[in-house]
């Protein structure tokens, strides 16, 4: 029987400020990808519709959905159909620090399971998925939903995902430069001193446990870092200024998302008010740039019928 799978995979904000590499939420924008098995062809094609068109690579091998769709496939022991289409349909700006990269790969795995006996649980995807990203922070909201909260335990990826209420919006905004996560991760320091670990482990626990009792004035507080926001923020021109305007708009607080170079800020009220500022600051500073305001969705990626 010929196999159609459509899978669509949400955005994600990894470290979510003080929770570097481990924190990530789930954000009400979408990318899908369609497979359809076409039996009198002998390789698998792609096409691109959306954002990152001109620069994804489309040859099966070179493309991370079908990177991942092949480790699926090796991870079931069983081969992937010979002949097919995907079609890629890209809302997530690529390189921007907004989980692209997660959402195609968690996307293959989808397909590439579905496709190969459905064997591996959402445990075996989460591993999986962070072997072949590097990190936990993206895939793991990515797959869960909600604000994911993750730790590695012998190569395992542990997860714990939070439901977060519909009361808050994130606001993000990209601006047209990319920041690749390799140049971000060579920002940071090789070392920190003692008291900004301590630092950072009372923001973050601060910070989810703020959320967890909805004490949102106090956000601010836990975005606050010491690990990778003063290094990365210089990468970003006009970044500094762009996360004060958000605050200043009526933000309740504001940072890097991923590894930038898109912003991310947190509001209950004024939020097109907050990404207006945004846009604008990053104008200033001869930057255009998109905005969205989103939610957070607290289902991950998921096969649609
Ligand atoms: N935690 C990662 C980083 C997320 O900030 O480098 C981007 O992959």
Do not use: W
């Amino acid at each position: 029987m010929t196999q159609s799978i459509h899978v669509q995979i949400p955005a994600t904000s990894a470290n979510v400020g003080s929770g570097f590499d481990a924190v990530g939420i789930a954000l009400t924008l979408y990318n899908e990808i369609y497979f359809t098995e076409e039996a009198n062809k002998d390789h698998i094609t792609i096409e691109i519709e959306g954002l990152g068109k001109d620069e994804i690579p489309t040859i099966f091998e070179n493309n991370m959905v079908g990177q991942a769709m092949k480790a699926a496939a090796v991870k079931n022991r069983q081969p992937l159909p010979t002949g097919g289409h995907l079609k890629l349909i890209n809302r997530i700006p690529p390189a921007r620090g907004l989980g692209s990269s997660s959402a195609a790969l968690v996307g293959g795995l989808m397909i590439g399971n579905a496709l190969t006996g459905n064997k591996m649980s959402q445990q075996d995807m989460l591993s999986l998925a962070t072997s072949l990203e590097g990190h936990p922070d993206n895939v793991a909201p990515a797959i869960c939903g909600g604000l994911s909260v993750s730790i590695m335990v012998d190569g395992k990826t542990m997860t714990n995902s939070i439901l977060m209420g519909q009361d808050i919006s994130f606001i993000v905004v990209s601006p047209q430069i990319e920041v690749a996560t390799e140049e971000a991760r060579r920002a940071l320091p090789k070392t920190i001193d003692y008291q900004s670990a301590v630092f950072n482990v009372s923001r973050v626990s601060f910070l989810v446990s703020a959320l967890f009792t909805k004490q949102y004035d106090r956000i601010f507080y836990g975005l606050q870092d010491k690990l990778h926001v003063p290094y990365r923020i210089r990468l970003i021109p006009g970044g500094e200024e762009v996360l004060k305007a958000a605050v200043r708009a009526g933000a309740l607080g504001s940072t890097i998302s991923g590894s930038g170079s898109t912003l991310l800020a947190f509001a209950t009220t004024d939020e097109e008010k907050i990404m207006n500022a945004m846009i604008h600051c990053f104008k200033d500073h001869g930057l255009e740039s998109v905005g969205h305001v989103l939610k957070c969705t607290n289902e991950g990626a998921k096969i649609i019928p």
